[in-house]
């Protein structure tokens, strides 16, 4: 039996298809149901439903051998105990800088200024800036980041953007890149040399769908 973790929203909208391309079919609409364990139309994989920052984790400890998480999440966790082998190309954006329509990002960044900045991605965040000898404050939040530099509590955020729509409804413009991000197949480095005959399978399969 082998373990793949999940998470609801954007991700599984997307996966879900791909891993029917590769043969693998929930008995029941993840979205809809109130189940954390769903079986699928094979009898030794099921689903494990979590939440999204917490997939690396599951994978990493060995609780779940495969999962689907997004760049953004494994950059955060760093990767310790997993394998990263496949780029799924799916739930695309990108991490960005971006602040208040009208404050002088470049500006700031040139005259050494100490930018205060709010995100989800401290990790991630913290590198960007200090490759690139800016100095911040980072400012830890757990959503709805574009309220930051509209309330004042911060000059910036670090955010993900797909359409842009959500940053151009509150008046904020992206300044700079930190990240190209997508969902990228994890495995537990142990579970991938015990488990081998059932997962590099599913893996061959995944790729060929992803192709
Ligand atoms: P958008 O308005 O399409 O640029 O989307 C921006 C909002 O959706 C922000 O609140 C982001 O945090 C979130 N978002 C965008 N792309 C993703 C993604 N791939 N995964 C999770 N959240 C995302």
Same mark, same amino acid.
């Given at each position: 039996m082998i373990s793949i973790a999940l998470?609801? !929203? @954007? /991700? =599984? #909208?997307e996966t879900l298809? &791909? =891993?029917?391309? *590769?043969? $693998?079919?929930?008995?029941?609409?993840?979205?809809?149901?109130?189940?954390l364990i769903i079986?699928?139309? @094979? @009898? #030794?994989?099921? =689903? $494990? /439903?979590? @939440?999204?920052?917490?997939?690396?984790? %599951?994978v990493q %400890?060995?609780? *779940?051998? &495969? !999962?689907i998480a997004g760049g953004d999440v494994l950059a955060e966790h760093g990767g310790s105990g997993l394998y990263q082998p496949l780029d799924l190309k799916l739930a695309r954006c990108r991490l960005m800088v971006a602040v208040r329509r009208g404050f002088d990002y470049e500006q700031a960044v040139r005259q050494g200024a100490r930018l205060r900045v709010a995100t989800k991605y401290l990790q991630t965040a913290r590198e960007h800036f200090a490759a690139k000898?800016?100095?911040?404050?980072?400012?830890? =939040? %757990? !959503?709805?980041?574009? &309220? *930051?530099p509209l309330t004042g509590l911060a000059?910036? $955020?670090v955010d993900l953007v797909s359409t842009g729509n959500t940053l151009q409804a509150n008046d904020l413009i992206a300044v700079e890149e930190v990240a190209q991000i997508s969902a990228r197949l994890i495995i537990n480095q142990a579970a991938f040399k015990l488990k081998r005959a059932v997962i590099q399978p599913v893996l061959d399969? &995944?790729?060929?769908?992803?192709?």
């Open positions: 998470s609801k !929203g @954007r /991700i =599984l #909208d298809p &791909l =891993l029917k391309a *590769a043969g $693998i079919v929930a008995s029941e609409n993840p979205d809809t149901s109130r189940k079986a699928t139309s @094979r @009898r #030794d994989v099921r =689903l $494990i /439903i979590v @939440r999204a920052t917490d997939v690396p984790t %599951y %400890y060995g609780a *779940a051998d &495969l !999962g000898g800016v100095h911040v404050d980072l400012i830890k =939040l %757990y !959503g709805s980041m574009e &309220l *930051a000059d910036a $955020i399969a &995944l790729t060929r769908a992803v192709k």
